[in-house]
């Protein structure tokens, strides 16, 4: 399950960093930027240890956010460690989503040489 959600969230990371990197390109520019790369083998392929760090940190935050609650609400969970658990999850999920934001919006001002379309890479 930890895998499956962090595939998901990878891929949701790469397009919402695509969408902000777009509208921010249209709002500076006008009408010269870059096509929008959404097919799947850019998804697959294409991001940084970045945002695969904030997939992974980011499932086992709601992991242990939902664990905690469904321990100290339908479990045998006594005592404050349901709650601790809970709370734990629901900050380090947080924490990410803010960075995760920042680090969205750096990337759609200064998309990195591989993410333009492979120049940089000697591709094209």
Not at 5 to 26: D, N
Not at 31 to 38: D, G
Request: net charge positive; with cysteine; hydrophobic share 50%.
């Amino acid at each position: 399950m930890f895998a499956i959600l962090v595939g998901v969230l990878r891929r949701g990371i790469r397009l919402s960093c695509e969408k902000l990197r777009i509208r921010t390109q249209y709002a500076l520019g006008g009408k010269n930027f870059e096509p929008v790369r959404v097919d799947m083998m850019e998804q697959m392929e294409g991001g940084t240890r970045k945002e695969i760090l904030f997939a992974i940190v980011g499932a086992a935050g709601a992991i242990a956010l939902v664990y905690g609650a469904f321990w100290g609400l339908l479990g045998d969970g006594k005592g404050i460690a349901p709650f601790i658990l809970g709370a734990g999850g629901l900050i380090v999920s947080i924490v990410t989503f803010i960075n995760f934001r920042d680090y969205s919006r750096k990337l759609a001002l200064n998309p990195p040489k591989q993410a333009e379309g492979g120049e940089g890479l000697g591709i094209v």
